[in-house]
């Protein structure tokens, strides 16, 4: 399995539990990784994890003491490699991250 499939397949299996804890027993899809803990702890799981992480604050409570009350995935962002052999130049266009956005109150 290449590692594009993979982080497809383990993008998906974070987003379904999300989908269990945003939405209750009845739910719909959303694209986000699950929060961990308090919200300090959520945010150093998600950088742990390659993700780019923007935190909105609702309140001025410490990350320590706050809760996470919304994850939701921001914009894929890639770079342009090149690779120089002797004959010709190579471009590959790759995934060098993903931005997340996480709300605490």
Excluded: C, K
Aim: charged fraction near 20%.
């Amino acid at each position: 399995m290449s590692r594009h499939a993979f982080a497809v397949r383990t993008a998906g299996a974070l987003v379904a539990g999300v989908i269990g804890l945003a939405a209750g027993p009845v739910g719909t899809a959303a694209a986000s990784p699950a929060p961990v803990g308090n919200a300090q702890q959520t945010i150093d799981e998600l950088r742990a994890q390659g993700y780019r992480v923007i935190v909105s604050r609702l309140s001025n409570r410490p990350l320590t003491e706050a809760n996470v009350v919304g994850v939701r995935h921001g914009q894929d962002y890639s770079q342009n490699w090149i690779i120089d052999d002797e004959d010709r130049d190579y471009v590959y266009n790759a995934l060098a991250g993903r931005t997340v956005y996480v709300e605490v109150n």
